[in-house]
């Protein structure tokens, strides 16, 4: 569905042609069309506009502006885990990198560095309803998957649902809109959590290896 084209801290997701998108990226995100994903590691101090550097950054790496939605993180981006699943005749891709420091309870307002980017990737007609329907089931994978580890706001002691930082992207190739709903007991809702679910939780084991 995609071409991926890694370089020194950053890949690039190269969907070919514009295709749709529901977005809470920091640069290019919101509702409307995409032509590429740009997941960065940046500096555990970096202190910019998001806006203004990023747009600095495809600026001088000669990326077009214009249908590039960017998401950064102070992980390497070389621990990405990608997953692929064919559902009958269509097929789910994610795409996640995830960092746990950041991890904060409700109502915590400490920060520190980490973020949990997903890119999720479907060519299943969905309406928007539905798009906006399988980031809720997205975001209950990751907050379930934080639970389930345990994860721990370092200044409350609670678990933490996820950090501060955290985005989830999606990108539809299909502009058919007949699929009208995405939660957790449809084929798309389903199957997209339990491929973030498991890609949350492979990340955070692969994270105690490396000793991060």
Known sequence: ?????????????????YIRKFSSAPFNGGIGYARRYINRTVSINYNYDPLIEINDFLEKNNIERKGTVVTITAVPVSRRIMDTKKVKDYTIQTIITAGF????????????????????????????????????????AKAQAMNDLNIIDKSTGLRSPGTSTDTVS??????????????????PGYHASVMVYKSIVKIYENNKIVGH
């Open 1 to 17: 569905m995609f071409r991926l084209n890694d370089y020194n801290n950053y890949y690039i997701i190269d969907f070919k042609k």
């Open 101 to 140: 420091d950041n991890a904060l309870s409700i109502g915590n307002r400490n920060n520190f560095y980490g973020t949990i980017n997903i890119a999720v990737i479907i060519n299943m007609p969905l309406s928007d309803a539905a798009i906006i329907n399988l980031m809720q089931s997205i975001t209950e």
């Open 170 to 187: 999606i990108f539809i190739d299909n502009y058919g809109k007949s699929i009208l709903y995405a939660g957790r007991l449809t084929e």
